[in-house]
């Protein structure tokens, strides 16, 4: 039978304090880090392939100069004093500034609508109802219009909001309008309307995955302690869902400052947004002025999701 000090001089000794790790420990790390590059490796290949090099190309193409027939690969800041014409001078805005601003308001109220519907649905999908099967067909009825095309989608409001459209007819035969109303199809209401209605989903989605990770306990802790279900939601459950939050806001902020086709459609080619500038430009074959063009937008964009990110911290968060 071995004895108590026999049993503890058979114990490897742990390394002391400030003493490096054996060798065969590091070159584990080494090959382990190696192997986490490697399975990244196949990824990294395609983000590089399809998202940095045609952006570095879009970068380059925005300092060459065009001409009506031909574009030519020569250094030039034109393209950039263009975008910014006459914003110097005078105490008007410019065009840039205005189009800037008209699609900043469609981010806002887009931005708003879609957060206030994607986390009421979120929260009364996640905590009020109780049956994963049911959690499961109420989601995936969420996710239904990526069914179909977003130009089906925003074509079935034609019929609905036009002025012999399903709503004039019907509140004309309630009494309730003397004439069909005008602004409820190719108007601002109709842009951000389709909006709401194209990008909610990708607001709900990121609120529903974060607030299905809150733990449970934590809300029964709240209700205990003497909290109203009001503090509850605000001092816990909002807290807690912030990164899908932050996540949601930085998928419809960014979808709609880069939209044109829902621009066009509804607004019935009538209302300027920076997406349907470039989109223009491209048509006439400018193309330096829209990759000029293309580039302020990325970093006004990328302004957006710093200010988010200052907010909230994701990676802590995550």
């Given at each position: 039978?071995?004895?108590?000090?026999?049993?503890?001089?058979?114990?490897?000794?742990?390394?002391?304090?400030?003493?490096?790790?054996?060798?065969?420990?590091?070159?584990?790390?080494?090959?382990?880090?190696?192997?986490?590059?490697?399975?990244?490796?196949?990824?990294?290949?395609?983000?590089?392939?399809?998202?940095?090099?045609?952006?570095?190309?879009?970068?380059?193409?925005?300092?060459?100069?065009?001409?009506?027939?031909?574009?030519?690969?020569?250094?030039?800041?034109?393209?950039?004093?263009?975008?910014?014409?006459?914003?110097?001078?005078?105490?008007?805005?410019?065009?840039?500034?205005?189009?800037?601003?008209?699609?900043?308001?469609?981010?806002?109220?887009?931005?708003?609508?879609?957060?206030?519907?994607?986390?009421?649905?979120?929260?009364?999908?996640?905590?009020?109802?109780?049956?994963?099967?049911?959690?499961?067909?109420?989601?995936?009825?969420?996710t239904i219009p990526f069914w179909t095309s977003n130009v089906i989608?925003?074509?079935?409001?034609?019929?609905?909001?036009?002025?012999?459209?399903?709503?004039?007819?019907?509140l004309m035969s309630l009494g309730l309008i003397r004439r069909p109303?005008?602004?409820?199809?190719?108007?601002?209401?109709?842009?951000?309307?389709?909006?709401?209605?194209?990008?909610?989903?990708?607001?709900?989605?990121?609120?529903?995955?974060?607030?299905?990770?809150?733990?449970?306990?934590?809300?029964?802790?709240?209700?205990?302690?003497?909290?109203?279900?009001?503090?509850?939601?605000?001092?816990?459950?909002?807290?807690?869902?912030?990164?899908?939050?932050?996540?949601?806001?930085?998928?419809?902020?960014?979808?709609?400052?880069?939209?044109?086709?829902?621009?066009?459609?509804?607004?019935?080619?009538?209302?300027?947004?920076?997406?349907?500038?470039?989109?223009?430009?491209?048509?006439?074959?400018?193309?330096?002025?829209?990759?000029?063009?293309?580039?302020?937008?990325?970093?006004?964009?990328?302004?957006?999701?710093?200010?988010?990110?200052?907010?909230?911290?994701?990676?802590?968060?995550?």
């Amino acid at each position: 039978m071995t004895t108590a000090t026999e049993r503890a001089l058979a114990l490897p000794e742990a390394p002391a304090a400030g003493v490096p790790a054996a060798p065969g420990l590091a070159a584990a790390a080494r090959r382990q880090r190696r192997l986490a590059y490697l399975q990244a490796m196949p990824l990294g290949l395609v983000f590089a392939a399809f998202f940095v090099v045609p952006l570095l190309l879009t970068l380059v193409v925005s300092f060459w100069e065009y001409n009506e027939y031909e574009i030519i690969p020569a250094f030039t800041l034109q393209n950039y004093l263009d975008v910014f014409d006459g914003c110097a001078a005078g105490a008007d805005l410019c065009t840039t500034f205005r189009t800037y601003l008209s699609t900043l308001k469609f981010c806002l109220i887009g931005w708003a609508a879609t957060l206030t519907i994607g986390f009421t649905v979120a929260y009364f999908v996640a905590f009020h109802v109780r049956s994963a099967a049911m959690q499961t067909v109420l989601f995936l009825i969420c996710t239904i219009p990526f069914w179909t095309s977003n130009v089906i989608r925003m074509i079935a409001w034609i019929p609905l909001l036009g002025r012999n459209g399903l709503v004039n007819d019907a509140l004309m035969s309630l009494g309730l309008i003397r004439r069909p109303l005008d602004g409820l199809l190719y108007s601002d209401f109709s842009v951000v309307l389709a909006f709401i209605h194209l990008d909610t989903v990708f607001m709900i989605v990121p609120i529903f995955n974060s607030m299905m990770r809150i733990d449970r306990s934590l809300i029964e802790a709240a209700t205990d302690a003497g909290a109203t279900p009001w503090q509850t939601l605000w001092n816990v459950i909002v807290p807690l869902s912030k990164p899908g939050i932050a996540i949601g806001s930085i998928f419809v902020l960014t979808l709609i400052m880069g939209d044109f086709v829902t621009v066009g459609v509804m607004g019935g080619q009538q209302i300027a947004s920076v997406g349907k500038v470039i989109q223009v430009q491209m048509s006439y074959l400018q193309f330096p002025a829209a990759a000029a063009n293309a580039v302020v937008l990325l970093g006004a964009v990328l302004l957006l999701i710093v200010a988010l990110t200052r907010l909230i911290d994701l990676r802590r968060e995550l």
